[in-house]
């Protein structure tokens, strides 16, 4: 059966596949627990990672070896052989740990190139042997104190702070690594846990290079808990020998070299049984497993609160579309509701843009009536002239009706433009309502070829109700002329006028300026009541025709044309954005990941 630490290692590299590295707030990958190894450099800590393998498979080199962070995941298998997988090369089984090595010198100047810098990018290893223990493992560059030759200055910073991302996450487990040969004070693996973990309960020392320290001396301050004390036990590890590596001699029988070294050694004797790379290893495995089942309520609190979140974004970009015509038919219909719902809340005042149709009533329309030309129409010089032309060759006895009918008729005339402007202006806030609340309709932003075909049914709407709105303004006009009230003129006080001062001769005017002045003034009196009519009766229309029509029909010709579609016609309208589409693969894959993490975390966690 699959181990608990087999399973974390597992879903640690589903999360990865998935890039689900975190973003806002923890992810599984962070919440569930690995071992990060922190040193200077030539502190041995790869000696002490390919001890823990059983394999010489990491690079080596002066300065900076490891130049990118190495997720090494090992996996304990039953016999058989033994090999390692890359999870940028998923399908490729090496079996020659040589190949290994070379693998991550390659991948590491893939991202690096051949110079001295680093990346926080990190190589996924996974090694299945018999001869592991289940464990992560996470190889961090080594600590420094100078930039050598070709490293920028910031690099001794630039690794303090990679390596600190890593270590300072609460559920890393601390590998600090620090030679006995040096003053366990000056150890930059040890400064940094103190920093992090200042308790020291995620935190193993591990002291290296026990043989080569100076004759006389030994580390038994430090491996007992004297010189620097620890909440867990410190480890020494005695690692091969340059000349051991040198002769390629086997790690198995390095590991047996460690064994002999610390049964023998008078010093440690007493502790062998606590010292050596086999034990650190075990040690760390059991550690793991641990910490793991104390963290699962804690794990599955963040895996349920994840998977309603995703299950939340899901519903907020839409699930998958079924594929049968009638799923589909219902899909658009529920798209094109939502939008008129956002519409109608424009209109209606739950959203800002409606309130622009009463300017159009309140204040364009009134300025535009205004501006009408009637003291130019009304002059005594054209009034005289459009009486003069109406009586022709018979002037008129008392009231010059013709006259009157022509100077009326010419006034009126005027309304047709501010009645048109009318339409036409309300006619263009509809359209931007349409525009603003397709962009607003969180449903439709999945199909944008929906979009275009409901903004091209409802524009096409717009224009019909605008059509029928203009002539529906212009009828009103021309009613006023049609027929005029008759009262308002039958109640005019006719002043009697004045006798003229002027020397009457054949080309003297027939009448005085004052009588064609008070027809021009009767004329504009009658003009001012049907403005006022029309400033109230062109709204009316205007709503009537396009504000009403739109809030009832807007998408009623859409509807009726969707209906008489076929299968593949309505599978086009559904053309999802690729972008959208893309997003709800990557979450689905996450809620499926989560989902069934939680449910592998519940069944081995409490056996």
Known sequence: MESLIGLVNRIQRACTVLGDHGGEGMSLWEALPSVAV??????????????????????????????RPLVLQLHKTEGGQEYAEFLHAPKRRLTDFAAVRKEIQDET??????????????????????????LTVIDLPGLTKVAVEGQPESIVEDIENMVRSYVEKPNCIILAISPANQDIATSDAIKLAREVDPSGERTFGVLTKLDLMDKGTNALDVLEGRSYRLQHPWVGIVNRSQADINKNVDMIAARRKEREYFETSPEYGHMAHKMGSEYLAKLLS??????????????????????????????????????????????????????????????????????????????????ALKKLPFDRHLSTKNVQKVVSEADGYQPHLIAPEQGYRRLIDGSISYFKGP???????????????????????????????????????????????????????????????????????????LEPEKPSNQPSGPNTDRYSDNHFRKIGSNVNAYINMVCDSLKNSIPKAVVYCQVREAKRSL??????????????????????????????????????????????????AWK
């Open 109 to 134: 100047d893939r991202i690096t190139g051949r110079s001295k810098q680093i990346s926080n990018i990190p190589i996924h290893l996974s090694i299945y042997s018999p001869n592991v223990v289940n």
């Open 286 to 367: 059991k550690h793991l497993e641990t910490v793991i089942r104390q963290r699962i309520p804690s794990i599955i609190a963040l895996i349920n609160k994840t998977i309603d979140e995703l299950n939340a974004e899901l519903d907020r970009i839409g699930r998958p579309i079924a594929v049968d015509s009638g799923a589909q038919l219902y899909t658009i219909l529920e798209m094109c509701r939502a939008f008129d719902r956002v519409f109608k809340e424009h209109l209606d005042g739950g959203r800002p843009g409606g309130d622009r149709i009463y300017g159009v009533f309140d204040h364009q329309l009134p300025a």
């Open 555 to 604: 998408l009623n010709n859409f509807y009726a044309h969707v209906g008489r579609r076929e299968k593949q016609q309505l599978g086009a309208m559904l053309d999802e954005d690729p972008a959208l589409m893309e997003r709800r693969t990557a979450i689905a894959k996450r809620l499926e990941l989560y989902k069934s993490a939680r449910d592998e975390i519940d069944s081995v």
């Open 38 to 67: 922190v040193g200077g450099q030539s502190s041995g800590k790869s000696s002490v990672l390919e001890s823990v393998v059983g394999r010489d498979f990491l690079p080596r080199g002066s300065g900076i070896v490891t130049r």
């Open 419 to 493: 009645a048109e402007a009318s339409v036409d202006a309300v006619h263009f806030v509809l359209k931007e309502l349409v525009r603003k609340s397709i962009a607003e309709t969180e449903e439709l932003k999945r199909f944008p070829t929906l979009q275009s075909d409901i903004a091209a049914a409802a524009t096409e709407s717009l224009e019909r109700f605008r059509d029928e709105s203009r002539k529906t303004v212009l009828r009103l006009v021309d009613m006023e002329s049609s027929y005029l009230t008759v009262e308002f003129f039958r109640k005019l006080h």
